[in-house]
């Protein structure tokens, strides 16, 4: 039987998507097996829209004893849409925090950025900015998913040229829009 929290989240993929651009249903799938595979427990994401892919990483976090979710949404609207499609469906054992801010700017005030995984699905040409930030503090083991490195290859070629300069590893899934899958070593 589907819990309440797939049934909204169906309602949620149905909106539309030139104007929210929900992750595809393998990349739902993949950050929901990644986290729950690894017992992740402490998850940004960055780009949260209207809160589709969210609920995707609270599915998979409701299954922690003790989970968070820090999730960055810079546009008003969007944010606050995410804000209460989120608190709907959140369960006690996840901390759910929904930021109205922009990254990577927003991390120089956040207390820790020690995340064991982080979906990063915001404007491509920040990609690189956003990683730096968030790369040297993730945990050990922790992993870092970017979408849209195929619907948006032109965009991310220079994240992607990134990576190799630094000699930093990775994983690219060919589903949905395209992701890169970086493991912390
Ligand atoms: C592709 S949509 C995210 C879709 C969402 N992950 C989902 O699947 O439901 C990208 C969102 O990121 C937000 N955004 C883009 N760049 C951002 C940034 N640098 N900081 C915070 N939010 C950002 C946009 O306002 C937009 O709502």
Redesign the pocket.
């Known amino acids: 039987m589907k819990s309440d929290l797939v049934k909204f989240r169906e309602i949620?993929s149905q909106l539309p998507f030139d104007k929210?651009?929900?992750?595809g249903l393998e990349t739902g799938e993949l950050l929901k097996s990644i986290i729950i595979e690894n017992k992740f427990s402490k998850v940004l994401?960055?780009?949260?829209?209207?809160?589709?892919?969210?609920l995707w990483l609270i599915e998979a976090l409701s299954m922690q004893e003790k989970a968070s979710l820090d999730c960055?949404?810079?546009?008003k609207e969007?944010n606050t849409l995410a804000k209460n499609n989120i608190a709907l469906v959140c369960p006690p054992n996840v901390v759910c925090n929904v930021h109205l801010?922009?990254?990577?700017e927003?991390f120089e005030s956040f207390n820790s950025l020690n995340y064991d995984f982080v979906?990063i699905?915001?404007?491509k040409s920040?990609s690189i900015g956003?990683f730096d930030a968030l790369y040297p503090h993730l945990n050990p083991k922790g992993i870092i998913v970017v979408?849209?490195v195929l619907s948006h290859l032109e965009k991310m070629q220079p994240f992607i040229d990134y990576l190799k300069e630094n000699k930093i590893d990775y994983k690219l899934h060919k589903i949905d829009a395209g992701l890169i899958e970086v493991v912390k070593n």
């Open positions: 949620l929210y651009w929900q992750i994401e960055v780009g949260t829209s209207c809160g589709y892919s969210a960055i949404e810079s546009h969007r801010t922009h990254a990577p927003c979906f699905d915001a404007t920040q956003i979408d849209n």
